[in-house]
């Protein structure tokens, strides 16, 4: 069964990069999509964008001029950049694996981000 | 981009009452839709795929329907264990939204 563990600072300063790094166990992070998605507390889901193994990106267009996703297929991770952070970036960011079309099939429990100074 | 909107935003029902959530696509997204249930302070679960096809151990009583433009997720009998918020979301190609989610409780 496929694991997936979400690791990176909870706290980020407004103006710095977010980053995060998705643990994949379990399975080969050769195949599929690896996604990012995020909630803000008390809200609802919000798709940030997706990789393959072959390093090919999709990005939420709201989000792309400060998204910046890549993967480590030698360590069987992938990783979420994001820059210019705002308190409006708070949230529980997840990540996730997409198989066939897209539907996502395996998530991490996800990790709370925090922007503030 | 592709919108996706849910109704209702939130519902009551009781132990066994037949449940059904609606999601529409602003454009025309053949059956590429996904539902999801979110359990408070959990990770979404995938119900079904394909608008209808339900992923694998998921209970039978969860069931989903339609194409195009408009689709539905029913929950036959609704069980305690069923609390929670539902999404739909799109992935005909990016982006890949989600409905903004339905509260069940």
């Known amino acids: 069964q496929v694991q997936l563990q979400e690791s990176g600072p909870g706290l980020v300063k407004p103006s710095e990069t977010l980053s995060l790094t998705c643990s994949v166990s379990g399975g080969?992070?050769?195949?599929?999509?690896w996604s990012w998605i995020r909630q803000p507390p008390g809200k609802g889901l919000e798709w940030i964008g997706y990789i393959y193994n072959s390093g090919n990106?999709?990005?939420?267009?709201?989000l792309k001029s400060r998204v910046t996703l890549s993967i480590d297929t030698s360590k069987n991770q992938f990783s979420l950049r994001l820059s210019s952070v705002t308190t409006a970036d708070t949230a529980v960011y997840f990540c996730a694996r997409g198989v066939g079309f897209g539907q996502i099939d395996n998530w991490g429990q996800g990790t709370l981000v925090t922007v503030s100074s | 981009d592709i919108q996706m909107t849910q109704s209702p935003s939130s519902l009551s029902a009781s132990v066994g009452d037949r449940v059904t959530i609606t999601c529409r696509a602003s454009h025309d997204i053949s059956n590429y839709v996904a539902w999801y249930q979110q359990e408070p302070g959990k990770a979404p679960k995938l119900l079904i795929y394909a608008a209808s096809t339900l992923q694998s151990g998921v209970p039978s009583r969860f069931s989903g329907s339609g194409s195009g433009t408009e689709f539905t997720l029913t929950i036959s009998s609704?069980?305690?264990?069923d609390i929670a918020t539902y999404y739909c979301q799109k992935y005909n190609g990016a982006p890949f939204t989600f409905g903004p989610g339905t509260r069940v409780d």
Do not use: G
């Open chain 2, 78 to 81: 609704l069980q305690p264990e």
């Open chain 1, 57 to 62: 990106t999709y990005y939420s267009p709201s």
């Open chain 1, 28 to 33: 080969s992070i050769d195949t599929n999509y």
